[in-house]
């Protein structure tokens, strides 16, 4: 059955293997390729190694694949819930998304894990700013919107004033006024509504699963399951410093111009992939 599959698909040297060639393309800011070690790494793996599943999301954060690094983020967490670490991808992909309120929840279940990290505290202010930046933007589609009708009422009596030489009822005239108001805050209202539900929707669960979307890139991947079709590393193999509880550390040795183009052409052309 299923685990006998698994069980047969277990291959810790290879895993090891890959997972290294992952850790050095994350040092050299190759995130592509990093993705494919680290999916070769997950698929030989004699455990669900929670190691992987972040340095994996660290790679899409980077790619701006923000809700597959949520999704790889949530997996590191569920393996191992207490790792703060886990907690800080997740909030890092919330970020991406726009969604900083979600984020700063997040970043706190962070802090509580690991409350000497300064870096985790500075994020979470950060984060903090940004949540309060996005109310105020949405606040101001209601006032945009109100003040676009009231604008359009004073254009409409003025021009009723010209046309007829009569001087507007004051009545009438605020009645249209707050009327149209009340309807164009409305419609703001509306539209922060849209805008709020596409940052949620940048979240959403992608319906093809991280390890099929990364084989889709690397038809030639010969991993089990599969059909044809930059940062320091510590002990543990995970990225070990903050600039990344998450992922960027120190450089390896330069790889070269040409190389660096190639790197830079194939994250950014990567980044609009679904």
């Not at 047969?8 to 997972?19: F, L, R, T």
């Not at 970043?107 to 949540?131: G, T």
């Not at 979240?203 to 399951?225: H, Y």
Request: proline share 4%; hydrophobic share 40%.
């Amino acid at each position: 059955g299923k685990r006998r599959h698994r069980l047969g698909s277990m291959n810790p040297e290879k895993a090891d293997e890959a997972k290294q060639a992952g850790n050095a393309h994350l040092a050299e800011g190759d995130y592509v390729l990093a993705l494919k070690c680290y999916t070769e790494a997950i698929a030989f793996s004699a455990r669900r190694d929670h190691t992987l599943f972040s340095n994996r999301a660290f790679a899409f954060t980077k790619l701006q694949q923000f809700a597959r690094a949520k999704v790889d983020a949530e997996e590191a967490i569920k393996l191992k819930p207490e790792w703060p670490k886990g907690h800080f991808r997740r909030a890092e992909a919330l970020k991406g998304c726009g969604l900083y309120t979600d984020a700063m929840g997040s970043y706190a279940r962070a802090i509580s894990l690991d409350p000497a990290d300064e870096h985790l505290r500075q994020c979470a202010f950060l984060a903090e700013v940004s949540a309060k930046s996005s109310v105020q933007r949405g606040r101001s589609f209601i006032v945009i919107g109100a003040a676009v009708a009231i604008g359009l009422a004073a254009v409409l009596i003025i021009s009723n004033t010209q046309a007829t030489r009569k001087s507007p009822e004051i009545v009438s005239s605020l009645l249209a006024v707050f009327g149209l108001a009340f309807l164009g805050a409305a419609g703001g209202a509306a539209a922060r509504e849209l805008w709020q539900y596409q940052l949620a929707s940048h979240a959403a669960t992608p319906s093809m699963k991280n390890d099929d979307f990364v084989k889709l890139q690397f038809p030639g991947m010969k991993i089990p399951g599969s059909k044809k079709a930059g940062g320091r590393m510590n002990a543990a193999g995970e990225m070990a410093d903050h600039n990344s509880a998450a992922g960027v550390g120190a450089v390896a040795s330069d790889p070269g111009p040409a190389a660096r183009r190639r790197v830079r052409s194939t994250n950014k052309s990567f980044r609009n992939r679904q």
